[in-house]
């Protein structure tokens, strides 16, 4: 199995404030995937990255997927409420995706 | 949209009872999974399928069995429950073998399971 590491374990901020969070492993990952997952709630996909040194954008959140394809980052501008979560990294490997054991988000008012 | 639907939010069984968990993806993917979610240990694979009465063992499966008899429905039974199988058990589906290189997972909501 293929470990994927992810820090901080729990953020906890207030809105407007931005904050970064990081999936590395030793291995190499043909693609990498990032969730958000509600209390009581099954994950919901964000966003998928496959190009080593490949950036997406959606609205504030920005994903990074390292040159070497080993390590990934999000970074969020100006955290909301709604942004309060579990985010959770998977790297894909075979048939199953490993899974990071997440950050878990709090931002306050 | 995909849609993957799990047939209780909560559940609530007693040691040794017999329990089905139930999962339905209308997005006809051929591979389906089971995760168990505890903190602390994240999301654990327990099995997966990639095609109607094919099976393949996770990285948990001990005391759990599957079953896949259509495309769109998979099922977790848990023989003879304990209580350490109080958990969050999730269900995802994902295209095989998609164009772009690369699958991509879909979760249903969820079900909550304990067990006294």
């Known amino acids: 199995t293929q470990l994927l590491e992810q820090s901080p374990q729990f953020l906890s901020i207030q809105e407007g404030e931005n904050l970064t969070v990081y999936c590395n492993s030793s291995?190499?990952?043909?693609?990498l995937q990032w969730y958000r997952q509600e209390p009581g709630e099954g994950p919901v996909l964000l966003v998928t990255v496959v190009t080593g040194g490949e950036v997406k954008k959606l609205k504030r959140l920005t994903f990074q997927f390292g040159d070497a394809r080993k390590d990934s980052s999000l970074h969020i501008t100006a955290a909301q409420t709604g942004d309060t979560g579990l985010y959770l990294c998977?790297?894909?490997?075979?048939?199953?995706?490993?899974f990071g054991k997440g950050t878990s988000l709090l931002v306050t008012p | 949209d995909v849609k993957v639907t799990q047939s209780s939010r909560y559940l609530v069984k007693r040691t040794g009872e017999k329990v089905f968990l139930e999962c339905v993806q209308d997005?006809?993917?051929?591979?389906m999974f089971w995760y168990r979610q505890d903190p602390g240990l994240g999301l654990r694979l327990i099995y997966f399928s990639y095609d109607v009465k094919m099976k393949e063992k996770g990285d948990i499966p001990e005391g759990y069995s599957v079953s896949r008899e259509k495309k769109e429905r998979f099922s977790l039974i848990l023989e003879s429950a304990s209580t350490n199988q109080t958990s969050m058990y999730l269900c995802a589906s994902e295209q095989g073998n998609s164009p772009r290189g690369y699958n991509e997972q879909f979760f249903g909501p969820g079900t909550r399971l304990t067990v006294l």
């Open positions: 998977a790297g894909g490997a075979g048939y199953a995706l490993n």
């Open positions: 997005m006809d993917h051929e591979n």
């Open positions: 291995s190499v990952f043909s693609s």
